[in-house]
């Protein structure tokens, strides 16, 4: 506070005090700001027009908070909560520093009014209404500060309590996060666990459906082959593909006794050939399917075969011959129907009729059961075929064709083009071709119905038997017995 000496008068006296206009105008109906600097100096505070008021500031951050609250996420509507929290406690303290500010002024107030006081008691004239003039400016602007400080009292007490408002509803936004962030690691887990059991179900249902189907496939395939053997039983025209099965089945022994079979055939044509000194013709070739066999001349006064007429024939069990229909040319390729059996050949020449019969049974070609039986469980079976001859058009053709032997049906295809499709049918026929010369072991007849049949050459041997004998598996499935021409008749049909 101001100190006021003895000598006090005496400088008033010395120093003129400047008069006061009555009719000051000041630049602002609001007290100026002041600070008291060092050594007891007041210092003027510059006002920045810009600076906004406390009430403004907390109407403009509420505003903007109740605008945002309805598109913010909770987390996000926590973090503004945060940030208006933080804002309300600057207020809070801008407030408290503007109370200190405010309390300075009412010193400084009272020290002026107390110096113009002690003046007033000294001095006489128009001094003394200038002085009594500027008492009542500060009384004024006395009341003035102190209606400011109710103004900031209220707005202290608004800040506080949105303060109070914004920690709230921070602390209710902070417990909704937690909650929403359980609730959504509950889901979550929830979630993993549902599918895990998803998981664990599905490959349950599928060891189940692999042993299931394993189990069903295992039982079809043993109620197929007991059909098969009953049905087989109770068809006699089936027993010999029975046996054909059969003696595939003995490939191992029939390759372990070979050489014993092939000394045996090589003493019995000794023994033939001692007895038939003066025929003119034999049988040269393997007795086995897959290869053929040729008549041909042993000595120079054989006659020719060209003007000769010859016949093959099938000998049963019983010694009855069976007609090979067509099997009319010196060269003869057994075919499936032929292993088991003995085969012969009549050449009738200057009316001389000279008989030859293999040495023994037609032996199966080696392996050829078990690549027809893989072939089975096929739908549909693929072989690259030429055409040698067709009904329509005589000529051979030097493009691969393409023969599908299916369950239900043959087809013989050329690219995209369809050339032959037929179900089986009693007016089918197919077999070995009866004639050709050395690559008749490769060839086959096929009458896909009336009026359209085919010569197809096949790329070896074997992929023409198994041709055949799976053809003729599928036929007898579909009650058709699939031969050759007038092979029914032979087969009691």
């Known amino acids: 506070m101001t100190r006021v000496g003895r000598e006090f008068s005496n400088s008033m006296k010395k120093e003129a ?32 027009p810009k600076v906004l008021s406390m009430k403004e500031v907390v109407a403009r951050e509420t505003a903007q908070l109740l605008e945002q609250q309805k598109r913010l996420s ?27 500010a405010s309390w300075e002024k009412h010193v400084l107030l009272k020290r002026l009014r107390d110096a113009l006081e002690a003046l007033r008691g000294r001095v006489a004239g128009k001094n003394k209404d200038d002085i009594e003039e500027a008492i009542a400016m500060v009384e004024a602007l006395a009341v003035q500060l102190t209606q400011r400080e109710g103004e900031l009292i209220q707005e202290k007490a608004e800040v506080k309590k949105l303060a109070d408002f914004l920690k709230q509803a921070s602390e209710d936004a902070k417990k909704l996060v ?24 599905l490959h349950e249902q599928e060891r189940m459906s692999r042993a299931s189907g394993k189990q069903d496939l295992e039982e079809l395939m043993r109620e197929v082959q007991e059909a098969r053997r009953i049905k087989m039983l109770h068809q006699p025209s089936k027993v010999m593909d029975m046996e054909h099965e059969l003696q595939a089945l003995r490939i191992q022994l029939a390759e372990k006794s070979q050489h014993s079979l092939q000394l045996q055939k090589e003493l019995a044509i000794s023994k033939m050939g001692e007895e038939n000194m003066n025929h003119s013709y034999e049988l040269d070739g393997s007795e086995a399917l897959g290869s053929y066999l040729r008549v041909q001349p042993c000595s120079d006064n054989a006659p020719d075969l060209l003007g000769s ?15 090979i ?55 549909d079976t693929e072989f690259n075929v030429v055409v040698q001859m067709n009904e329509v058009d005589r000529h051979p053709s030097q493009s691969i064709h393409v023969l599908h032997v299916g369950k239900m049906r043959m087809k013989l295809c050329k690219g995209k ?27 086959l007849f096929w009458q896909a119905k009336s009026g359209l049949s085919f010569v197809l050459a096949f790329e070896s041997e074997r992929e023409r038997n198994a041709a055949i004998m799976l053809a003729r598996r599928f036929a007898f499935d579909c009650n058709i017995i699939l031969a050759g021409p007038d092979d029914r008749a032979s087969l009691g049909t």
């Open 17 to 48: 005090v400047l008069p006061v206009s009555a009719d000051v105008i000041f630049a602002s109906s609001r007290f100026p700001n002041y600070k008291i600097g060092a050594n007891n100096q007041i210092v003027e505070l510059k006002e920045d």
């Open 74 to 100: 909770v987390r996000d509507l926590a973090s503004k909560f945060e940030k208006g929290l933080a804002a309300a406690a600057k207020l809070s303290d801008e407030a408290r520093l503007r109370e200190a």
């Open 178 to 201: 937690d909650e929403e962030r359980a609730f959504a690691r509950a889901e979550i887990e929830n979630a993993r666990a549902a599918v895990h059991r998803v998981e664990e179900a």
């Open 309 to 323: 007429s010859i016949q093959w024939y099938r000998l049963t069990e019983a010694g009855k011959k069976e007609l």
């Open 325 to 379: 229909s067509g099997a009319t040319k010196s060269v003869y390729a057994p075919e499936p129907f032929d292993v088991g059996r003995i085969l012969q050949v009549d050449v009738i020449s200057d009316d001389q009729k000279i008989t030859l019969t293999t040495t023994g049974p037609i032996d199966p070609a080696a392996g050829l059961g078990s690549y027809v039986e893989s072939l089975v469980r096929k739908h």
């Open 417 to 443: 083009t369809t050339i032959a499709k037929e179900y089986y049918s009693t007016s089918m026929q197919l077999c070995g071709i009866r004639g050709g010369g050395n690559a008749a072991a490769q060839a």
